[in-house]
């Protein structure tokens, strides 16, 4: 299967790239060590440069990269009929609430995405997949993603924290449920889907815990000891959420989607770390 990945070489492209056979990348070449059997396509979403798409096919397009509609619009278009099934990576920001129901789509955001715009930015991408694509459309809507490789606010910040030990101050309430899924069981579940040619919107999640037991779990890995000490909400700390919003913590995993053990995610990202002189780097909000 020839895959087309836009990304493909950050996060989420990198896992789904590392269980490609034969992907194409299209990204602005920023960092060309890895993949290097891959076929490369230079470009650049920002500013609509798809040039380099302007010849081949592929049997479907993973598009892990897109938050604006106009991002996706651009990137069918480039595309035209030489791909078979276009399969979005969207975000479980798109729901409204703990059900199945969508927040209303917001087709003109601009950046800096907030919480406010990101998922109904997100819910208007979709919507330009299903207009263009119909059974073709393969939408996957990951909860919050954590893995090795994450320079995104979230899972990576907790086991920093792990690391340092000692007292953790932490703006919420620790009983609160955090829900994540791993990288690679994001990735395995799309690759599923493509083999399998299927349709449709599916949730990739992961196991359910609280923030005190996320913190245990983490400072375990760590070999450390880590007293949390909540305090004043007026600050933020990755993955405290506010109290409507616990509901959205428990979501079901696609069937037959892999669900790897929360204490291994954490192991991964500790041993990553453990090699790793990148940085922390802001995320919208998934």
Known sequence: MRVLVLGGTGFVGRAVTELLDEPTLFNRGTDDTLFPGAERRRGDRETGDYASLATGAWDAVVDTTAYFPWQVR????ALGDRVGRYLFVSSHAVFAGAGPELRPAITDATPPLTNDTYGPSKVACEQEVVAR???RATIVRPVKVAG???????LTDWVRAALRGGRFELP????QPVQLVDSRDLARL?????????GGAFTAAGPTTDLAGLMAICAAAAG???EVVPVSADTHFPLV????LWVTQNREPAEGQTVTPLETTVRDVLAWL???TTGSSKSHGS
Do not use: C, I, W, Y
Request: net charge negative; charged share 25%; hydrophobic share 25%.
């Open 74 to 77: 651009q990137t069918m278009d």
């Open 133 to 135: 694509f119909g059974d």
């Open 148 to 154: 090795p490789h994450d320079n995104q606010n979230g």
């Open 172 to 175: 919420g309430d620790p009983a």
């Open 190 to 198: 799309v690759l599923t889907l493509l083999t399998e040619d299927r």
């Open 224 to 226: 450390t000891q880590v």
């Open 241 to 244: 959420k506010p109290r409507e």
């Open 274 to 276: 453990a090699g790793s």
